[in-house]
């Protein structure tokens, strides 16, 4: 399964080899923006398969980007893969934020089953960067004005790049900043103070640092990182009152460090109008819309637990008349053992009703779907299915309490449900596996399964249409 490591300052480095490899163009896949929002990104990666695996917090629940390919070997189709068993295995939802229009695609095709949205306010502004370093042509007229009179009302600024002696002289363009700054909006003062954040990487090659000075005291400030054919301008602050400055600054950054790509994203406009009208005047070659997906399961569209009818056995939801029956069989260490699972790990000292609310919970989520497997009315057992793929297959697991096995019962609840996955939900595949020592499970297994497979733990096998 995979193992996600907090993104920090200490494993930065690192980090910035390989969005420096990432050629998709946008604001998300840059070690800036992990570190500027982290507190609220809680980004985390792992490298799998040769890719880079990034989850952040949107919205409060966990989302992936798209994988990053960081080795001459990189695998995207097993790093998907593994990410649609960590959702699986950890029971929680399969999401993707901010992935690039080019990739929508690779995305349906993997996953058919997907709810999508797309949020305006966050689309990146693209541009060439020989726009930006000549503003040629009719359409930057004005900026091109602009330009002309910033430098011959302040003929002695000079843009240059700036290090960490140049610490002293950025604070007091901070204090300036903050003392003239005029918006209000919640969004805008967010940005500012992670805009700050970075302060402390100027002079790190990891990022390209430049602005105007004007009688030794600094009056703007930018801030931006290669990735890819794409210069990525996190930070670009000047002080008012310099009629100007900004097209003076933007064209000035980009003769100095664009040199080396093809584009510069300066990033979205967080829905701040003025901020929109500036961005769309320097004519972007494009406004890069960004995608989220909801990777669903069959469960997705099921509103509740159906009722399974066999010889002997009704299946259907568990009900809070059957908590005493199901803490029974839940807190039963011999069926733990065979059931791979140890509730302790998860809560040492559940309630009377924590076992019961989590399978409600599992169901609600669309993550796992437990079936109550009754004789006469009485709860005998569960069978559960779970560990959804994501592209039309799942597990299949089944436990009785002890007075109720060896009668057939389990393999009679297990085709039911089987039948059930494969036929009235639409799954392509059910799997289960059990383990070697365990000879019950294997003979059931084997009278309603295929063999597959097996590793030094478990026997291995699914059941297919």
Known sequence: MLTFSPITESNAALLSQYYGLCDYQLSDYSLGIKLMWNDMLASEYTVYAGCLIVRNKVRGKYAFD?????????DLDAAFSAMADFCSEQFIPFEFSGIPKKYVGEILTRFPNTETRRYRNLSDYIYLASDLCEFKGKKYSGQRN???????KYPDAIFRAFDGQDAEKLRIFREKVEASFDKHSHGAKNEMERAWRMLKFVGSPMFRCAGFELGGEIISFCLSEKCGDTLIDHIEKALPGYEGIY???VQSFAQMFAWDVTYINREDDAGDSGLRTSKTQYHPD????KYHFRIKNELYYIEKIPQIKTERLTLNAIEETDIPAYNRLCLDDERNRWWGYDY????????????YADQKKDFGSSTAMNFAVRLDEAMIGEIILYHFSFRGSAEIGIRLLPEYEGKGYASE???AACHYALYQIGMYEVRAKCMKENKASFRLLSSVMRKEGEDDIYFYFKKTV
């Not at 809560?347 to 076992?355: A, K, Q, R, S």
């Open 66 to 74: 798209y994988p990053i390919p960081v080795a001459p070997d990189a």
């Open 344 to 355: 302790r790990q998860d809560c040492p000292d559940p309630d009377e009703d924590y076992f």
């Open 247 to 249: 097209p003076a600054m």
């Open 146 to 152: 602009h330009v002309r009179k910033f430098f011959s």
């Open 286 to 289: 494009r406004i890069e819309e």
């Open 413 to 415: 609840a297990f085709r």
